[in-house]
């Protein structure tokens, strides 16, 4: 009988090779290996020659595939397993396809799916508010609703929050994206080649190298292209240059919310010299530019590394005694502590991963199982903390910019050499499929890259880790005070704009 | 108390003295591109057949930096010969159209509307609204209340609610699903009200050009009033734009 196989990440496959099961075997073998532990990665659909076809990821300890024909109905997967409540609300509503019994049937980014079937959500288009819908209600004499967004009080992305609450007792807090939604896998799927890079690193900015990673990885992949050791080590500098400066703005912005304000400001101007620093590398604070099919266009060469060596030389200690400040301060563990937890048992329901997953016991961490780049050649210790809450989050955001701040220094005590790439988009093979993950610092980014029979894109998949951990914030907000929201949705500091698409 | 004077003393003073002198960036910054007219056309139509933006009009011998992300593909391609990318960071204009440059851009504090120099030039609320945008150009508007940039100085802040602000930046290429929120909110600002475009996305749709779910620019929907272009813009363009423009 033709089962799930493993692939490896990053590992090229032709499409014909993906095990095609009937459906009913697709649907129990995929519900056996999540109720035994496994995780979903992607589960997505796509059309080949007019015919709709389920394409599924799952991760144990390996990494694991399989396809079958879409029905236009089925039995939803998620009435019987949690994890995949939010792939199957995405095919919904991308393809029109209704997942019978589905527990949660809602909209995820409040457009028309795209083979102009009958809207599954009876959504009416023509509307330009996605807020048009029904949110959940809890019913009572005492119960109030806060309705919060799109447009928030800060300069942030634009999201809706709707909390049920008795008090300040949150019940029940509800979380409407789609309002970032641009069409980006859509437009990965009709674009000239050469503007893949750039759409990959903007679908998310602050994510730039994690998901060119992803596009730049699956490129080489099924186009044979060799990436030398310069590369390898350059890509992963600013991966890690990435998770730095993110963690250490969240971490100043978390103690903004508790009103400690000096480390938030140190933070602040810290987070700032980090981009710089992913400047001083490729031109740009975000690292856009940098990574392309083959390599880098930017190398490290004696005198950006004496520099890049320095800068940090300098920030590490700055860094080190701000967090100090931070977590040997008794007000600011009085606000963490206990504050928004996300049992291990939730979070394995909800797929969690990343930083907010490892806050909750879940190890996972795609630089240790699957590691890309330079990572095999690295130390990237575990860091699962068991409480859950906003201090084990930001604990974890604590122990990876230390562990960050080492693996950098490690990678630059000697010359890095790379021929650096004009960034030319190679050309795909025909009717072949790759699978690629990325640590990024929110956590496992993924792409799913598979062409037709003429080397063409036939379906871009894009998954950010906020597409898991959205429902991560719902789920701490329950029984938390609403006040408690601004410090709990910073230590998750989820993507829009990731998510949306 | 005592760590937290410590790390006090330890941080400094680190507040930079723009605009009065100008911080040094990293060399491989990618500013306002420096064009030679005299480049050969063949290379030309090179760096426009290279750019991702389509950004490069080979007639005209004009880059569109509302389009441009300043990848720096055509300065690469033509090694140097048609374009290179200065350290200038100074690039923000009153006009879309003066964003189509040959490397030269108008002084922006003569071309801004005086009106709002004498109303907003000792101060100036702004309100933030993302459409669509990557969060980029909202990570680097949100560093400016750092103390090395520290906006507050000139008068200048992101203020919470739009009645409370002169005028709404924009980021993002103005998303379908964005579009009622943000006339909402252009709407509950009072007038005489001021519109910011912030980044190449809100300009011209920036990286996602030509995706139906998204507005073929901001000027589509509501007057632009001034243009800061960039993927994202450096802090200090932003500065630059601001302070020029209302100073």
Known sequence: MKTFIPISNGGPMLRADIPHLPFDTFRTQALDIVKNGGKVVHFFAYEDSGILKFLMVLRTHELVVAGCDAPETYLSLTSECDPFHLFEREMAEQYGIRPQGHPWLKMVRYHKNIRNKPDVFNNDYTQDIPGAYDYYRVDGDDIHEVAVGPVHAGVIEPGHFRFNCIGERVLHLEIQLGYQHRGVETLLQQVTPKRLPILTENMAGDTTIGHGLCMAQAVEALASVAVDDGAKIIRTIALELERLANHIGDLGALCMDVAFLPPANYFGRIRGDFLNLSLLLCGNRFGKGLVRPGGVRFDLNDEVRKTLTDRIVELKPQVEHVLDLIFSASTVRARFEGCGRVSRDDAGHLGLVGPAGRASGLAYDVRRWFPTEWYGYLKVPENPKPSGDVYARALVRKDEVLQSLEMIQSLIDRPVTTRVVEGRMPTLPPDSLCVTLNEAWRGEVSHALLTDDTGHILRYKVKDPSFHNWNGLAMALRDTGISDFPLNNKSFNLSYCGFDL | ?247
């Open chain 2, 1 to 247: 108390m005592l760590s937290v004077l410590k790390n006090r003393f330890e941080q400094g003073y680190r507040t930079c003295n723009y605009p009065k002198e100008t911080p040094a960036v990293f060399p491989r910054y990618r500013g306002r591109p420096d064009i030679n007219k005299d480049a050969d056309h063949s290379v030309i139509q090179a760096c426009a057949d290279a750019c991702p933006q389509d950004a490069i009009d080979v007639e005209k011998k004009r880059i569109d930096m509302g389009r441009c992300v300043f990848c720096g593909t055509c300065e690469r391609v033509s090694g140097g010969a048609f374009v290179t990318f200065t350290d200038d960071f100074e690039i923000s204009t009153a006009q879309r159209a003066d964003l189509l440059t040959d490397g030269t851009l108008p002084d922006l504090a003569r071309h801004s509307k005086q009106h709002f120099k004498k109303l907003f030039g000792r101060s100036l609320q702004l309100r933030q609204v993302s459409a669509g945008g990557c969060n980029a150009c909202e990570a680097d508007l949100n560093v400016l209340a750092t103390p090395f940039f520290d906006l507050a100085r000139f008068g200048i802040n992101f203020v919470a609610s739009p009645r409370h602000a002169d005028a709404i930046v924009v980021t993002g290429p103005v998303s379908r699903n964005m579009k009622t929120a943000l006339l909402q909110t252009y709407e509950a600002v009072p007038e005489p009200r001021v519109v910011i475009a912030v980044g190449s996305c809100p300009i011209t749709g920036g990286p996602f050009y030509g995706s139906p779910k998204i507005a073929p620019g901001l000027e589509s929907i509501l007057p632009v009033d001034l243009f800061i272009p960039g993927c994202p813009p450096h802090p200090l363009t932003n500065l630059h734009g601001l302070l020029r423009f209302f100073k």
